[in-house]
């Protein structure tokens, strides 16, 4: 079995280069269904749920190639197979983003409810919502969800809630509807606004993201595009919590700064310094970190997907910490295995209060989910002695390199396989 070792680290100083954004290559990719020419997309991070949703594709009837490195094409030209496999399906929550594009192109889709990380029931009633909004028959059973409509028509429709995966589905199947979409209370996650750039690269007629409003026009055809995907701001944010939890000096290349000011502010209150210039940002943390309290929000709020790394440095900090996680109902599967790290976190329904410990200990703890992994290797790199982590596959889905990038910034840590 693959784990992760990580042991106790000197202060992570030297640079590394950010991936491109797992978040964002998925909806784009899917919105590569949407037109009969090829796209070709750069800045593909090299992870398995970007890998799981090109076999998707594949089995729809797309070419999917590498051109080397992070470059991918997709030629949709040839989807006929407008039922996605289910038990890839059922493997990433990204799946479900072929449903607005296939639906808008073709006028019926069939697929399986989508998995993803265990961190709450993840529903997919707002993406339903906003589909019937736009004239789409909606049939659900044996497993199954059913789209059809011969034409979608544009409409206005409210999101009960700012949901990233809904908003990035109705975008999508909005650009070839007849008519203007309003999408009110809308997600405004930079995610959100790569995919609208890219969709407009294509011929889409979007204004608005990256706001709770997006208008969109709909059109009649997309073109085929070439596209460069935005950096992922939630490795950026892991490496810079790494960085601070080991009191270290490290800049991170290729990143996008607006998109880490939630992070930044967080990192700077609790007691670090930050440095940003155009497309690099550095963290020098040489002093004892202090308490703070974190509530996670839509964007530009603290990122959810930051909870769990900012959980481990709090359990080092000075003082009595208190993260409040208002968007997933169950993302707190964390604290348990920092706990056995030595952490002294006590969880009351989506509040965790977080006393600062002086010392963590290496322990064998399981990576109950993609972030959470992340949070016990930034956890491991300050406790003392080492740490194994299992439910690697969990972190091998968000982060491209993780352990050579830890190795890059001085610190002990390998993926090893126990018999
Ligand atoms: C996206 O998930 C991200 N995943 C998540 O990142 C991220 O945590 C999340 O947005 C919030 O920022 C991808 O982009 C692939 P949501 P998504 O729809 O779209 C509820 C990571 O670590 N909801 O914004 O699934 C839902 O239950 C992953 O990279 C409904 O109630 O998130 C949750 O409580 C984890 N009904 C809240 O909204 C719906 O129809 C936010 O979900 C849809 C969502």
Known sequence: MKQLLIRHSSPLCGEICISGSKNAALPILAASLLSTEPVRIANIPNLSDIKILCEILTCLGCTVNTKGGHVLSVDASQVKNLIAPYDLAGKIRASFLIMGPLLARFGKVRMALPGGCPIGSRPVNLHLKGFAALGAEISQGYGYIELRAPRLTGARLYFDFPSVGATENILMAATLADGVSILENAAAEPEIVDLANFLCSMGASISGAGTDTIRV????????TDYTIIPDRIEAGSFMIATAITRGDVTLRGVICDHLKPVTAKIQEAGAKVFTNDESIRVCADSPFHSLDIKTLPFPGFPTDMQAQMMAL???????SIITETIFENRFMHAAELTRMGADIQIEGRTAVIKGTKRLTGSRVCATDLRAGASLALAGLAADGYTTISGIHHLVRGYENF???????GADAEFITLS
């Open 217 to 224: 026009q709909g059109v009649p055809y997309l073109c085929g």
């Open 314 to 320: 709090l359990s080092t900090a000075n003082g009595t």
């Open 403 to 409: 352990d050579q990038k830890l190795r890059t910034l």
